[in-house]
């Protein structure tokens, strides 16, 4: 029998619940196809602190032990890995423990809140490189984006331009913020739309487009929403700069019933267009932009503006591919690659290490808007997190950090 990696899933909300689904065969709802269990993996433990959660678990996967106190599962022998599905804050806190205490640690999105912790967390797994150390960038699996990395990195569309990223599928009712008194806090979950919803868009737009060096942003806090209740971003725009001259943009929000997944990459030598993270369209120019403006008719402008430009016989060729992942798949993915590099070492497809970036791009982005200037990217950290504290010691909810 193949060795299997016994995962402890610690925090069984939402996305632990799920986890536990995916590594027990139990996800899904019926007629939904699901992932089925990796299979070098399985369920080892679970752990809560909420009586209500216990009670679901034991009813559920009654064969599974379960632990209230994290520390006591890690020390079990039942488990060879654990997911850290809690709040953001506790991302670090856990991850730290773990990695000193010899406990490979799958770090759920994001890192953590604020760059300084996601350094020291990086700086401990440096110090145990033994431990495996891996971040939930669950997206990096999906095969469109990967695609698009490989088309952009061969160089045969030539440098990055301009990129944008509008991405606003993920609407929330008020009713969403009620359900936790932690929930669009800057003390309980440290952000709003760039902590919880967007890290994985963050991710991918530095690892298909390059690390900005500088950001510029306008975030609203509780935009059309009870701002008795929503004190953190829920509205975003970020306009950014990048070493080789490159621009790009990232709005989101969450307060957009309808939605939309729109990401744009502008280069030299022709387009790539990804629309609801399904389908591409990657535009080849015959000529580069550079020689096409030197050398263009009006006539040929025409048929450019005018959209008739495709073709054998045009200024451009066009293809499309889409990814057909099902529900889980990209999650079960990273948890097979996670257990695949602890029993043979091969390489991970998202490195913990990776996870300092989309932090400091949210620290960046937040940070700009309340000092209302240009920030440089990465951030300052220690300017940063003095300001979060001043927004957690006006809620005044919850302890500041350190």
């Known amino acids: 029998m193949e060795k299997k990696i016994r995962f402890g899933l610690i925090g069984i909300g939402a996305q632990g619940g799920a986890y536990a689904g995916f590594l027990t065969g ?35 996967y009654p064969e599974y032990p379960f632990f209230t ?19 953001h804050y506790l991302h670090t806190e856990i991850a730290i423990y773990c990695l000193e205490h010899g406990m490979n640690v799958l770090v759920e999105k994001p890192a953590g809140v604020y760059a300084k912790a996601v350094r020291e967390m990086n700086e401990c797994a440096a110090k145990h490189p033994d431990v495996a150390f891996g971040i939930m960038f669950n997206q990096r699996t999906n095969k469109l984006y990967q695609k698009v990395k490989e088309i952009v990195e061969s160089g045969e569309l030539g440098g990055i331009r301009r990129s944008n990223w509008i991405i606003n599928t993920w609407w929330r009712p008020d ?16 952000g709003g739309v760039l902590v919880n919803q967007a890290p994985h868009q963050l991710d991918l737009w530095q690892w298909i487009c390059g690390i900005p060096s500088t950001v510029y942003s306008n975030c609203i806090c509780g935009a059309y929403r009870d701002k008795e209740r929503v004190n953190v971003e829920n509205d975003v725009t970020v306009i950014t700069e990048y070493p080789n001259g490159a621009t790009g943009s990232f709005i989101t929000c969450t307060h957009d019933a309808v939605g939309t997944d729109r990401f744009e990459i502008d280069l030299d030598k022709g387009k790539i267009v990804v ?15 550079a020689e096409m403006n030197a050398t263009m008719s009006m006539m040929d402008v025409a048929k450019l503006t005018s959209g008739n430009a495709a073709g054998a016989d045009g200024l451009y060729t066009v293809e499309e591919f889409e ?32 996870g300092i970036n989309g932090v ?10 309340w000092l209302g200037k240009k920030v440089e990217n990465p951030v300052d950290e220690d300017l940063y997190l003095a300001e979060l504290n001043k927004k957690i010691e006006e809620e005044g909810q919850f302890p500041t950090r350190s």
């Open 69 to 87: 106190d994290w520390k006591e599962m890690v020390a079990s022998g039942t488990v060879d890995a654990v997911i850290t599905t809690v709040p």
């Open 26 to 60: 139990k996800a899904g709802m019926p007629g939904m196809p699901v992932a089925p269990c990796p299979p070098h993996c399985e369920l080892g433990a679970l752990c809560d602190i909420d009586p209500e959660k216990e009670k679901m678990c034991r009813e559920k």
């Open 275 to 289: 629309d609801g993270s399904k389908k591409a369209t990657v535009y080849r120019f015959k000529q580069s932009e």
């Open 175 to 190: 009713s969403y913020y009620k359900q936790s008194a932690w929930r669009a806090t800057w003390g309980g979950e440290g």
């Open 323 to 354: 990814n057909t992942d099902g529900w889980g798949y990209q999650h079960t993915t990273v948890m097979e690659n996670f257990a695949l590099h602890i029993l043979t070492g091969s390489p991970l497809l998202a490195p913990g290490s990776d």
């Open 360 to 369: 400091n791009l949210a620290n960046a982005i937040q940070l700009s808007s």
